[in-house]
């Protein structure tokens, strides 16, 4: 479980980290409306595990124990990044339709 854990949690964080930069405000112009902010936040989670295999089988690095986290957690970050970009779709074509979400308190509208 030790070993797995810090895989989850460099993973966790590549979710959380742009979700709140986007939702803070950071990366979309803060007068944009919140849904702009939710999708580039679940956009942003996306990683590429392809090119970062191939950046370190080119420098000799594949077998090394930094290699494995950062694979092991692009793995698990591009899972979540399908959970939060499923969710985020849901919460914003539930909100276009002007039904709200179950189990939310309503959102506030811009």
């Not at 803070?24 to 590429?48: K, N, Q």
């Amino acid at each position: 479980m030790m070993k797995v854990a810090l895989v989850a949690v460099v993973a966790t964080l590549g979710v959380i980290a742009p979700m709140a930069l986007a939702g803070g405000g950071r990366v979309a112009p803060p007068d944009e409306s919140w849904h702009l902010h939710l999708f580039l936040g679940a956009v942003l989670c996306a990683t590429s595990v392809g090119i970062t295999a191939r950046v370190f089988k080119d420098l000799g690095r594949l077998r090394t124990r930094e290699a494995r986290i950062v694979l092991g957690a692009a793995v698990i970050d591009d899972v979540q990044g399908l959970v939060v970009l499923a969710a985020v779709s849901s919460v914003i074509a539930s909100a276009n339709a002007g039904r709200g979400c179950r189990g939310f308190r309503s959102w506030p509208r811009s």
